[in-house]
């Protein structure tokens, strides 16, 4: 039983497609034949369009093109002289450094809130989602509403009932939005210079932003993934020892369509003395740690916290010195040790001087100032609603680390839901979450988390150098950012100051907003982009 929908495309359009991706029919396919600009752009266009990456393709990029000159061109063909070129050095030699030097732009479609999740992990990758604020998940898919069906699910006792739920919850999700628009409409009036596009943008975002709780993990996204072959054996090795059907699945699905691409730089992967070796000792050490777990706290262990929680569990009460030390290395010819010393000696305002030089006089958030900061991290355990969690995960120079979900920790009700009166309706839908959770829990712990909604809690650790927290926390900061996440973050920037102490690398993240949530945190963002465009086609 296929769980993908196929999407139908015609003579003319296949003719077209087949020369830049490497299957048609389907959910994993690999991009080739297209300059890198053009890829780029397709994956970034894609993170905010409901329609799949090839229709992407035909309706805004192909016309664009010049196309003429590759009529003759098949995705799946020109490989086999790479392919012997690579062999002797990488898979005869093992100098994984060669695996590097090739990279694969791959579409994922149809992937599970849960799968995205494994998916983006990677330290060394890139990534675009699908937004939950841009994306109305009102809009069916095959005539389905867009979840997951996991196929040991749906073959189950269970099956009916998660289908019935799941459809409630979606069709509850589909009824709030137009309210909720309605309430920030009546909230915050379109101003007189503010255009219709702009203004109807804004109030759709604020709205998905407000009802993305009621959605549950099962729900589809699409994901562009850049990435070397190096890295892509990486996660390949990882999600084919993932407990979640779903992953292994989606594994097989992957390499399949990436050995059209980089084939050499795969062979590893399913040989039984290579990649299925390694894979087999990641599920033996999950395995074994769940079992000392266990053991330790008991199967299902209490944890009485039910609110938000973020708490900085370990920094280096010494930071700031060592962060000045590695600020000043670089311009002398003294040892580090020395340097250290010498800092030390130093009374506070002399190294808030030195940091405010390092610093230097920032415009913008974008201009950030070098590795020095990296000197210095900061451990913070999280407790938030799912939807939090999977903006921050995706940052790439994080240590991250997440508990199995589940609606152990309740969830988090909106304050504009209940302002707009609807709580009995996202309340139930919450409810109705929860008990299907539990039902299939008992027979498919696992795959379970495909019925927990997005406003339920889960904890997770985020460890961090100031360096990227300076990056993280003034965008995730930003008035036009998710008031879930934009909490968290402020409260993070106030520990690393406050309880840290670290109150002149706090300073030097100038550009984190501790501002209230704005109505419209989104208005903004779209007035300027209206200006840009009217700019540009002037």
């Known amino acids: 039983m296929t769980v993908y929908i196929a999407e139908e495309f015609s003579a003319a359009e296949a003719d077209i497609l087949r020369r830049y991706f490497t299957n048609l029919d389907q959910p994993v396919f690999a991009l080739v034949n297209l300059p890198e600009v053009v890829k780029g752009a397709l994956f970034a266009r894609y993170s905010r369009s409901p329609l799949s990456l090839r229709r992407l393709f035909l309706k805004e990029f192909v016309g664009d093109l010049d196309i003429e000159g590759d009529q003759s061109i098949d995705a799946t063909v020109g490989l086999r002289r790479a392919e012997e070129l690579y062999d002797k050095v990488f898979f005869e030699y093992g100098d994984d450094s060669v695996a590097q030097l090739g990279g694969v732009h791959l579409a994922c479609e149809q992937a599970s809130n849960v799968l995205t999740k494994v998916l983006e992990w990677g330290r060394i990758m890139s990534y675009l989602e699908q937004s939950t604020r841009y994306i109305a998940y009102d809009q069916r898919l095959g005539g389905r509403f867009r979840y997951y069906r996991d196929p040991e699910i749906m073959g189950s006792r269970h099956g009916t009932r998660f289908v019935a739920d799941m459809d409630r919850i979606f069709e509850s999700y589909s009824s709030l939005i137009p309210q909720m628009r309605e309430f920030f409409m009546s909230v915050q009036p379109m101003g007189p210079a503010d255009s219709d596009f702009a203004y109807r943008t804004a109030t759709k975002a604020r709205a998905l932003d407000a009802v993305r709780g009621m959605l549950p993990a099962a729900s589809l996204s699409n994901v562009g993934i850049y990435g070397t072959g ?17 992953a292994r699945t989606y594994a097989d699905l992957m390499l ?135 903006d921050l995960q995706r940052h790439r120079m994080l240590t991250i680390e997440w508990q199995p979900l589940s609606p152990r920790h309740g969830f988090v009700r909106p304050a504009p839901v209940e302002a707009a009166g609807l709580s009995r309706q996202f309340d139930s839908a919450m409810e109705r979450s929860a008990d299907l959770h539990d039902l299939i829990a008992e027979d498919h712990p696992a795959e379970a988390q495909y019925a927990v909604a997005l406003a339920y809690r889960v904890r997770y650790s985020m460890q961090f150098n100031a ?72």
């Open 467 to 538: 360096r990227e927290a300076m990056h993280m926390l003034e965008l995730r900061t930003s008035p036009q950012g998710h008031p879930a996440y934009r909490r968290i973050c402020q409260r993070m920037h106030t520990q690393i100051a406050e309880q840290a102490g670290h109150t002149a690398l706090a300073a030097a993240m100038k550009f984190v907003d501790h501002g209230a949530e704005p109505t419209l945190g989104r208005l903004d963002a779209e007035r300027r982009a209206e200006v840009r465009r009217s700019q540009r086609d002037s």
């Open 230 to 246: 190096q890295a892509y054996e990486a996660l390949l090795l990882r999600m084919r020892a993932h407990p979640l059907p779903e």
């Open 256 to 390: 399949h369509e990436l050995r059209k691409v980089v084939p050499s730089f795969l062979k590893r992967v399913d040989l039984p003395d290579r990649g299925v070796r390694t894979s087999r000792y990641l599920a033996d050490i999950r395995d074994s740690m769940d079992d000392i777990a266990e053991s330790v706290f008991g199967r299902h262990p209490s944890d009485p916290a039910d609110n938000d929680n973020v708490d900085l569990v370990d920094f280096d009460p010494d930071g700031e010195i060592k962060a000045v030390t590695a600020m000043l290395y670089p311009h002398t010819s003294l040892p580090e040790r020395l340097i250290a010393e010498q800092v030390e000696r130093m009374s506070t305002e002399e190294r808030l001087e030195v940091i405010l030089a390092y610093v230097g006089h920032r415009e913008h958030r974008r201009q950030r100032p070098g590795r020095a900061l990296e000197r210095t991290f900061y451990r913070f355990d999280v407790l938030s609603d799912y939807g939090a969690f999977r």
